[in-house]
């Protein structure tokens, strides 16, 4: 079977040059003799690959000295524990904007452990829109403002940055690395690395220094920012092989030209399947224009049938997971770094078939 | 260069068919036209997978079928914490035996989190011995006992369960699947995978199901044993290359015939290096007879000098990560079963070799 184009919201698609180099140094990475599975996390092998590994996130997004860069565990679902934890002491507020299933989650882990408040949310029209917030919305004295920059489920992102005199924090994990941003607008930034950045396993904080070493005596050891970053994510053994393949990646995106042009390159993507959808008298989408994702693309057919139809044949021409979540229904396509032009160019073109055939 | 001999305590050495089989299906995953790092956790082929794993791991284990079988992130130092959390309640406690750095490191975060009572220690010789306790020697009313099965800085094992009225809870990251266990003896047993399982960033826990639910709601979600329960570890997307991994690992072991098999292949290395140390007029064991470890085998020659010249040595043979940890200082040889028969028997040479030159 060859390889299919796989629209899958994450884990998702991995850059094809990337897949072939750690395929390449499975049993032998260079110079080691052994794999980097098999490495000690003390080793000069790994320390050079954990160190190249952030130092190329650091150039990619030109993170700032002010910021220390964590490779964690337990994917966002345990930044939405710990960012309340290390940031808020009992009785301290934090402001949360409410986007969809995963701010959902964030709200209630914030909510169960420490005082999480909802100022804004757009479960009205089935979080289709990206509420916007000015400084009289939020809640004065909150600690920090959570929100999700790009919904995975729905296909929103956030495109600035709310106004708030809060700290900003936020989950980029369908997002990061897909465009563009400047760190110094976010205090702190967590992502899951198995959408945009490489295989699941590997969780990545960029937290301001000032913020760390805040959490009281009650935090688990390893919920504990400061655990991680004083011994620069080496605490204990870290997912050796993830972050490995984290830093194939970003070499792969600095190779194509860094951020702006991965950017470039997304947007034209995006353009290509939201032209595709704009166009067609068969195809809708389901998210207010000016909120659109780049990376996480729904869009419905006018019946059930129709679109499990061409959910059916799409599967059959070799483009996989591209059924929308049961939210929304219909089908998304999550277009990250790791599908090329020439994928979303393939489910176009077989967008345009379906559609003169049915029509 | 050619593959070394890889005798590091972790993450260590990986049997050479796991690693080829990984490196053949890297890219293309057969039937599912992409990597399985590329796979949704919700995927058919996934599914596939991690049942698989847990089946081949319970089939190994003869895990039976009142016990849970969770595959989790954060290593065993989130165990640390995970185990207090999730069976004591404020003001109940638990008894602690004291065989090392790890159980150290697990007493100091079950102190910091709930009571935990240290009933046993050999710190007093170096951690060179397994304390022998009774039931007088356990705290009326305790919760559980934990200790650490096998030591692996300090190259000692827990042979036999302690006796006590309480659960019995244990570490075994670095014996896990080294040797047969009566699983029935244990209420809850954890370990990192990157010892005997696979690669690090995956967390093994096999615990009775009358254990789960008993977090009150100050426990973070992601480390209350139920939330992972309820959803067979798929509440959120978990570790899925490093579970896929742990499922060869499981595949090849029952390939060699089951634990019985390992066990004894285990037996035969470690008692070809014991050997070699107490035939030695050169060489030393640090451990007490009775309690030696057949996975991590720290031993010493008589100067600082001759144990460097021995690790520079023996580098340059291909005999990597020898050099013991900096608490019993000499040499350390972790010969976990990705660490073959041949491969001990290639140290035993070299330190033959050794002691012919230096006596």
Redesign the interface.
């Given at each position: 079977?060859?390889?299919?184009w796989?629209f899958?919201?994450?884990?998702?698609?991995?850059p094809?040059n990337v897949?072939?180099k750690?395929?390449e140094q499975?049993?032998?990475y260079?110079?080691?003799?052994?794999?980097v599975?098999?490495?000690?996390?003390r080793?000069k092998s790994f320390t050079e690959i954990i160190t190249t590994a952030e130092a190329n996130l650091r150039s990619l997004m030109n993170i700032p000295d002010s910021y220390k860069v964590l490779f964690l565990?337990?994917?966002?679902?345990?930044q939405?524990?710990m960012v309340p934890?290390n940031l808020l002491a009992e009785g301290e507020t934090a402001d949360y904007i409410n986007t969809g299933r995963w701010s959902t989650m964030a709200i209630k882990?914030g909510q169960?452990?420490r005082y999480a408040q909802v100022i804004a949310s757009s479960e009205d029209e089935n979080f289709s829109y990206i509420p916007k917030i000015t400084k009289s919305d939020c809640t004065p004295g909150a600690k920090y403002l959570h929100f999700t920059e790009n919904n995975t489920i729905y296909g929103t992102t956030f495109y600035s940055v709310p106004e708030t005199d809060a700290r900003i924090v936020t989950d980029m994990s369908s997002s990061i690395l897909s465009r563009e941003v400047d760190v110094n607008q976010y205090d702190l930034i967590y992502a899951?690395a198995?959408k945009n950045m490489?295989?699941?396993?590997?969780t990545v904080v960029i937290v301001r220094e000032e913020l760390l070493g805040m959490a009281d005596?009650?935090v688990?050891?390893?919920?504990n920012y400061q655990t991680h970053a004083e011994k620069d994510s080496l605490?204990?053994?870290?997912?050796?092989?993830?972050i490995y393949?984290l830093g194939l990646v970003c070499e792969e995106l600095m190779n194509m030209g860094g951020l702006a042009e991965v950017e470039r390159i997304n947007r034209a993507k995006a353009e290509l399947l939201y032209n595709t959808i704009d166009e067609s008298d068969l195809f809708s989408g389901t998210v207010r224009v000016e909120d659109r994702s780049i990376t996480n693309i729904p869009f419905v057919l006018p019946t059930d049938e129709l679109n499990a139809a061409f959910i059916a044949e799409a599967t059959d021409r070799?483009i996989?997971?591209i059924k929308g979540h049961r939210s929304v229904g219909g089908m998304r396509a999550s277009i990250y770094n790791?599908v090329p032009m020439e994928g979303v160019a393939f489910l176009v073109d077989f967008m345009k078939e379906f559609e003169k055939k049915n029509k």
């Open positions: 079977m060859a390889r299919v796989n899958s919201a994450g884990p998702s698609a991995l094809i897949l072939k750690a395929q499975m049993v032998e260079p110079g080691a003799g052994m794999s599975m098999e490495m000690s996390h080793s565990q337990g994917g966002a679902s345990s939405f524990a934890l882990e169960k452990l899951g198995q490489g295989p699941a396993g590997v005596s009650s688990p050891t390893m919920f605490f204990n053994t870290p997912p050796t092989f993830g393949m070799g996989a997971n790791g």
